[in-house]
T-cell receptor, first 112, second 115 residues
């Protein structure tokens, strides 16, 4: 059973702080890793993808992947109240299949 | 990214009835996926809809309950059959790499409440 684990939170940070979201996965052969943001009442929105070890930066977002530790994280710098949402970690099946296994999500609240 | 449209966006359904959800993509894609998100839960893959072949269902999901059609490369439907309150969920259509590179995008979702 392939599993993706996330701290369900809620995670609360003050505006301007760095929010750190973590995710571990069980399938060592996983090839692709994604972070989705889901606002209440909306469908998930892709914000970051990462495929190789190391860091990937996009604006205020940085995804970090460590395949040896089976760990992926998302850092949000200069957090804004508009970042308040549930963040879903998703892992692509071995071989680069498009099928994704999702974690249960971490609810982030950024306080003004 | 692909533009994915789903209909209906919301519906309230009677127990025992069936509802068909439509998913339309603005370009041709090889694979389309149907996910379910129950209240307060994460997303679970129901099945992969392949054009020209039978859908592939994940463990715990069966064709009799969730029949899927994929008549062409831009369209798919998911039917939720003989609904019960436990079927109250968001149903999400998604597409993969043929259009979007190596990432998965979602439609707006269909929010079903079974009463």
């Amino acid at each position: 059973q392939k599993e993706v684990e996330q701290n369900s939170g809620p995670l609360s940070v003050p505006e301007g702080a760095i929010a750190s979201l973590n995710c571990t996965y069980s399938d060592r052969g996983s090839q692709s890793f994604f972070w989705y943001r889901q606002y209440s009442g909306k469908s998930p929105e892709l914000i970051m993808s990462i495929y190789s070890n190391g860091d990937k930066e996009d604006g205020r977002f940085t995804a970090q992947l460590n395949k040896a530790s089976q760990y992926v994280s998302l850092l949000i710098r200069d957090s804004q109240p508009s970042d308040s949402a549930t963040y879903l970690c998703a892992v692509g099946s071995q071989g680069g299949s498009e099928k994704l296994v999702f974690g249960k999500g971490t609810k982030l609240t950024v306080n003004p | 990214s692909a533009v994915i449209s789903q209909k209906p966006s919301r519906d309230i359904c009677q127990r025992g009835t069936s509802l068909t959800i439509q998913c339309q993509v603005d370009s041709q894609v090889t694979m389309m996926f149907w996910y379910r998100q129950q209240p307060g839960q994460s997303l679970t893959l129901i099945a992969t809809a392949n054009q020209g072949s039978e859908a592939t269902y994940e463990s715990g999901f069966v064709i009799d309950k969730f029949p899927i059609s994929r008549p062409n490369l831009t369209f798919s439907t998911l039917t939720v059959s003989n609904m019960s309150p436990e079927d109250s969920s968001i149903y999400l259509c998604s597409v993969g790499p043929s259009v979007t590179g190596n990432t998965i995008y979602f439609g707006e979702g269909s929010w079903l409440t079974v009463v």
